[in-house]
Structures are given as C-alpha cells and as structure tokens.
Nanobody
Framework: QVQLVESGGGLVQAGGSLRLSCAAS????????MGWFRQAPGKEREFVAA????????YYADSVKGRFTISRDNAKNTVYLQMNSLKPEDTAVYYC????????????????WGQGTQATVSS
C-alpha cells in the first residue's frame, strides 16, 4: 500500500513555471511506476506524464511535451513534475498516481492516487 500527497500548486502567470511534488509513504515506492494526471473543470481526467520505477522510461502527453519534465527520487520517495512555459489551458487539478506496472496513459493503470493540487495559470 502506498499513500500519495501532492504539493507545489499555485497561481502563476502564463509563461511561468511551477514544480509539483508528490511524496509517497511506504517501503515499496521504488517498485511503482508513477504518473501525473490532470483534470480541468467539466473535463475528464487526462494523462500528463509517466515514469518507470528506475526513471529510465518517461512518457508525456503531446500537449506538454517539451514543456514539462517528470522525475523521481527514490531515496526521498518523491516524484516531481517540473512545468515550464505554462499556458492558461494547463489550469487544472494535478494528481499523482502509482501503478504496479509502467507506464500507463489511462487512469485504469494506477491503483493509488493522491488528493490533487490546484495549478492555475492566468493569461
């Protein structure tokens, strides 16, 4: 079992940056594939990025490729999402998720979810 807590959201102007963190509890964090998803008001939760247990494989949604970077530090039980060149359409609640396999782009591939952190990008 793993519990996830996101942090780092906030309000930023277009073109700015945010760094989201997801702290995990549990001894098995390093065995999980990790993902970031987001959900804007009135929309379905969508895939943003995923990373394998050792960080060797990373995947991104086309909409964030080249702007966002996912990384992890297994010694700190933490996964990060560095978000640069933010756009108003990036505004959403961002969720991190842990899955027993890597690296699904659908929510069904993840068994554990955080509570989410709000990121708002003003124009």
């Amino acid at each position: 079992q793993v519990q996830l807590v996101e942090s780092g959201g906030g309000l930023v102007q277009a073109g700015g940056s945010l760094r989201l963190s997801c702290a995990a509890s549990g001894r098995t964090f390093s065995t999980y594939g990790m993902g970031w998803f987001r959900q804007a008001p009135g929309k379905e939760r969508e895939f943003v990025a995923a990373i394998s247990w050792n960080g060797n494989r990373r995947y991104y949604a086309d909409s964030v490729k080249g702007r966002f970077t996912i990384s992890r530090d297994n010694a700190k039980n933490t996964v990060y999402l560095q978000m640069n060149s933010l756009k108003p359409e990036d505004t959403a609640v961002y969720y991190c998720a842990a899955g027993e396999a890597c690296c699904y782009i659908t929510t069904q591939g993840y068994q554990h979810w955080g509570q989410g952190t709000q990121a708002t990008v003003s124009s």
